[in-house]
């Protein structure tokens, strides 16, 4: 298969699985038997969105082998068991260069585990499980960022070679230094998948409203 059509056949599945994350939430909050961990752990599932949105007919073609995928969001948790054997090739805390990019919420974690969560006999199977994966924080401990650790990121990505970056994150007003950043990075190739914004069907937030990013 083409590369570049791996690459989006990747970054529309992220872009999928992330926008159902409501809709998942919604079912898990009424549905009280999926909250139990034991059930989870006792064996990996695939969550019921990959087969209701085509992810299982996308491995067939790909699991993200050779695929870089830079996650730009609170950190990572290491010590997570379904993701301290991924294919994480660096960690890089842009808030305190200083210190390791530890997550403090969680949220980090989460969007891994989604795009690479392993696949083995535990928790669930990420979609791009054997992708490259670079966690680039620039979300401290009440999710927030500011737009210059954005640009900086997004530089790092340019310079090694990313396909994919992933920003499970949105301000709802345009920045200049924002835009030009995301058209830099997209210049040089790299597909960026940002979330809507927690609007519940209003009007999208920034960077997602960017006609260049998915």
Request: charged share 20%; with cysteine.
């Amino acid at each position: 298969m083409h590369k570049h059509k791996k690459l989006f056949l990747l970054s529309s599945a992220i872009f999928a699985i992330l926008s159902s994350i409501l809709a998942a939430n919604l079912y898990m909050s009424n549905n009280p038997s999926t909250q139990n961990p034991q059930q989870v752990y006792k064996k990996q599932i695939i969550p019921w969105s990959y087969k209701k949105l085509g992810i299982t007919k996308i491995w067939k073609f790909t699991r993200g082998k050779n695929v870089k995928i830079a996650i730009l969001d609170s950190g990572i948790d290491l010590n997570h068991p379904d993701l301290k054997h991924a294919n994480i090739i660096k960690t890089i805390n842009f808030i305190e260069p200083n210190k390791p990019a530890v997550d403090e919420t969680g949220h980090g974690t989460f969007i891994a585990g989604i795009i690479a969560a392993q696949n083995n006999n535990f928790g669930i199977v990420g979609i791009a499980p054997e992708a490259e994966i670079y966690i680039l924080k620039i979300l401290n401990k009440k999710l927030e960022g500011k737009v210059d650790l954005v640009v900086r990121a997004l530089d790092f990505c340019i310079k090694n070679k990313i396909n994919i970056v992933n920003m499970s994150f949105s301000t709802s007003s345009d920045n200049p230094k924002l835009r030009k950043a995301v058209l830099k990075a997209t210049k040089h190739g790299i597909i960026i998948v940002a979330s809507a914004r927690n609007s519940f069907g209003s009007k999208a937030g920034f960077p997602a409203s960017y006609p260049e990013v998915i």
